[in-house]
């Protein structure tokens, strides 16, 4: 056991010390469960969600919970992986047999455990929802140190898948994958002068994947300019005849910043290159990483954005609230916020699970460095419109969300405490997340 390490998400924003451990056998996971530490415990995967959500001030953190472990079942088209197996590695079993994770978010550093414990989505979960719609069961250890095989019919599921940690811990899931035939997707990337002519091509689309990069520093009629990416797989054998196989990007590491790179200047003249250098439309192939995972080709880019970290504010909202988008970039633009990096998704059903993100409508998700009072308060702002608008801020990429304003996007939530009760009585799994949201003691 390491004793008080200092634990941060992605976003190095916030970072709280615990005793970490891991990883541990069944056996002495059961043991620990059943006898918790006074602080609690919670699983952590590769810290890739922004915030806290990883994070369990005084008590016990595991990570890695357990060794990543990967079976793949080629003829039944599934594969059981390890809560603590990143997505590289099941990627690597699963592509040389011609079968792709259905839900691939934009890093492939994360666990399967806290894909799980988040639900996650990616460029396509308009069109095959999020990662909820693709398991076919989890094994958990509950707060009580019970294994169970929770399947979706039940209330326990819904309320892991999506749970963030706060059910127990992600022993392993089966999911089911999507059959390919080449490594290699066809991409159309488009440069587009405007918001309405960027939600236009998301809403039109017809590839398998979309999403869009969009300038967040640009403003009046320039508001919301960027460049939509729609991919679909290529069909038919590998175009050089080679074998199907997975490698992550070769990445090169970012330096370490004393102070951060973007200011409202840098940020804006970083935004007007990407969007400049653009082509207005390309139509090419692209590798798996290249597609999938392209921030993964720099290592620890997080670690140059200087030491005081950065905030992701994510959030989804229903059709009639698209507005949304314009209002909080424009409004961002004004309190002199530096976001440096900006996506657009346009979403379609929401998972049955009360703690999932994705909803029908639309997504933005905006990277900026972590700054004084006005930005704070313009985040608490936008966390009321999106409340008001039916919407909700991802948990995932969250660090800073009020209680108030989480109950208004995910409340009331009496199915998921009365399962998580059912699965940690003792209220033992707990984060700072969770305490910061009331989800536990
Ligand atoms: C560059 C980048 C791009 C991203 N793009 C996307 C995207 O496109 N779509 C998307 O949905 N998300 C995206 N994310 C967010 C990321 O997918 C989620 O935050 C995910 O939860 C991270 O998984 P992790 O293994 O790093 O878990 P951690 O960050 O370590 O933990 C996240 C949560 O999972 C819980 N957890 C982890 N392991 C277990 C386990 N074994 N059992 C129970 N609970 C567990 C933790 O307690 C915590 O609550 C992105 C993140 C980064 C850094």
């Known amino acids: 056991m390491r004793s008080s390490v200092l634990l941060q998400g992605w976003g190095r924003s916030t970072g709280s010390r615990s005793a970490v451990l891991g990883p541990l056998t069944g056996a002495a996971l059961r043991e620990l469960l059943a006898h918790p530490p006074d602080g609690g415990v919670l699983a952590r995967g590769a810290g890739c969600s922004y915030g806290d959500a990883a994070q369990n001030a005084g008590g016990v953190v595991l990570a890695p919970a357990t060794v990543p472990e990967i079976r793949v079942d080629a003829l039944g088209g599934t594969v059981r992986a390890a809560g603590s197996a990143r997505f590289t590695e099941v990627l690597a079993r699963t592509v040389p047999r011609g079968l792709l994770l259905p839900v691939l978010p934009g890093t492939g550093r994360l666990t399967v455990g806290g894909a799980v414990a988040a639900d996650v989505h990616g460029k396509n979960q308009r069109t095959d929802g999020s990662l909820a719609n693709w398991l076919e069961s989890v094994e958990l250890l509950d707060g009580t140190g019970q294994v169970r095989l929770l399947t979706p019919d039940q209330e326990e599921f819904r309320a892991t898948v999506g749970g963030m940690g706060l059910t127990g811990v992600v022993l392993a899931a ?150 949304l988008l314009a209002e909080a970039i424009a409004a961002l633009g004004r309190v002199d916020a530096a976001p440096f990096l900006g996506t657009v998704k346009r979403f379609g059903p929401a998972a049955d699970c009360p703690l999932s993100f994705p909803l029908p409508g639309w997504s933005l998700a905006v990277d900026m460095p972590t700054a004084g009072r006005r930005l704070h308060d313009l985040l608490d702002l936008l966390d009321r419109r999106v409340a008001e608008a039916g919407g909700r801020v991802y948990l995932a990429k969250d660090a800073r969300l009020g209680r108030t304003a989480f109950d208004a996007m995910y409340g009331p939530l009496d199915g998921w405490r009365a399962a998580r009760a059912r699965l940690d009585p003792g209220d033992t799994m707990r984060s700072d997340l969770g305490r910061r949201l009331g989800l536990c003691r």
């Open 174 to 323: 089966t999911i089911r994958l999507i059959p390919i035939t080449s490594t290699r997707l066809r991409v159309t990337s488009r440069r587009v002068a405007d918001l309405d002519a960027l939600l236009a091509e998301l809403d039109g689309a017809r590839s398998r994947y979309a999403v869009a990069w969009i300038d967040t520093t640009a403003g009046g009629r320039a508001l919301g300019r960027g460049i939509v990416d729609l991919g679909d797989h290529l069909d038919g054998p590998q175009p050089d005849g080679g074998e199907l196989a997975f490698a992550p990007a070769r990445a090169v590491r970012a330096p370490r910043l004393p102070v951060g790179p973007f200011t409202p200047l840098t940020a804006r003249a970083f935004n007007e290159l990407w969007y400049r250098r653009a082509p207005r439309e390309r139509t090419g192939t692209q590798g798996l990483p290249e597609f999938f995972h392209r921030l993964d080709a720099v290592r620890e880019w997080n670690r140059a954005l200087g030491p005081r970290g950065f905030l992701q504010y994510q959030f989804a909202v229903p059709d009639p609230a698209v507005g």
